[in-house]
Nanobody
Framework: QVRLVESGGDLVQAGGSLRLSCEVSGTIFLFNVMDWYRQAPGKQRDLVAS???????HYEDNVKGRFTISKFDAKNTLYLEMNSLKPEDTAVYYCHATRGETHYWGQGTQVTVSS
């Protein structure tokens, strides 16, 4: 079965950096869209960044210029590079992928940014 496993979440000071990884197993690494979402306590789950199979990217306004989404097909892995982190970036970050009408989700990784 398909599995998406996030890693890289940690406690970091404001202004610091983290790189999140999402390793895919159980299926070929070929999707129409791959995304990162995040959900803070008491908040809805929001889209952070997306990458389409042709390489086009999209970023939520609050992370533009700070976050970069990328993928490395040879490692079956999606990445989110996060720089200049702010306390408001604190959330559980989820990996998501779409193939046709099918959606896949990871279990999430916790990112906590302290002031």
């Amino acid at each position: 079965q398909v599995r998406l496993v996030e890693s890289g979440g940690d406690l970091v000071q404001a202004g610091g950096s983290l790189r999140l990884s999402c390793e895919v197993s159980g299926t070929i690494f070929l999707f129409n869209v791959m995304d990162w979402y995040r959900q803070a306590p008491g908040k809805q789950r929001d889209l952070v960044a997306s990458i389409v199979d042709d390489g086009r990217t999209h970023y939520e306004d609050n992370v533009k210029g700070r976050f970069t989404i990328s993928k490395f097909d040879a490692k079956n892995t999606l990445y989110l590079e996060m720089n200049s982190l702010k306390p408001e970036d604190t959330a559980v970050y989820y990996c998501h992928a779409t193939r046709g009408e099918t959606h896949y989700w990871g279990q999430g990784t916790q990112v906590t940014v302290s002031s």
